[in-house]
C-alpha cells in the first residue's frame, strides 16, 4: 500500500523530518516518540518552513512501486489518520479522481487504475479468506 505521508514521498520533506528529529534528540527527547517530537514541531516549523509534498511526487512514487512490484502489487494506502502533514493536490480522499487523472496522462490504463484503487486489496483479502477457510 502506497501511503502520501509527505516525508516518504519527498526527499525534501524527509530532510526536514530528520533535521526535526536530530533536533530533539539534540535536546533529548525521543525522537521516536510522536508526543515529545512534535512538542517542537511548531517552534522548528517557524524557523524552517515545512517543505511541501506534491501529488506529482506521489504519482512517481506509486509508478515506482508499481516497477518495482508489478501492477498487480500496488494500492493505495493515504494513511490520512497517521500523519498530521498532507501532500498538497491529496488532502483527503475526495482527491484520488486527481490522482488517477495524472496516473491515465502517464499512461495507466483504466483496469490499472482499478486495481490501484482497490481491485488488488480485494483480490488480496479474497485469497487470505480462502486461505483461511481451508485450514
Known amino acids: 500500500m502506497v501511503t502520501f505521508v509527505p516525508g516518504f514521498v519527498s526527499q525534501e520533506c524527509a530532510d526536514w523530518l530528520a533535521g526535526l528529529k536530530a533536533e530533539a534528540a539534540r535536546r533529548g527527547l525521543d525522537p521516536r516518540n510522536f508526543d515529545q517530537l512534535f512538542s517542537i514541531k ?3 516549523e517557524r524557523a524552517r518552513p515545512l517543505p511541501q509534498a506534491t501529488l506529482t511526487q506521489v504519482a512517481d512514487h506509486v509508478e515506482h512501486v508499481r ?3 508489478g501492477v498487480a502489487h ?10 498530521p502533514d498532507v501532500t498538497v493536490g491529496l ?13 491515465l496522462a502517464r499512461g495507466w490504463t483504466e483496469a490499472d487504475c482499478a486495481a490501484l484503487a482497490g481491485g488488488n486489496l480485494l483480490r488480496a483479502l479474497r ?8 485450514e
Not at 488532502?91 to 496516473?103: K, R
Not at 485469497?127 to 477457510?133: C, H, I, N, P
Open 42 to 44: 511548531s517552534e522548528w
Open 67 to 69: 516497477e518495482v512490484a
Open 74 to 83: 500496488v494500492g493505495l494506502g493515504g494513511d490520512f489518520d497517521g500523519t
Open 91 to 103: 488532502e483527503d480522499v475526495s482527491a484520488y479522481p486527481a490522482l488517477f487523472a495524472e496516473l
Open 127 to 134: 485469497a487470505a479468506e480462502s486461505f483461511a477457510a481451508t
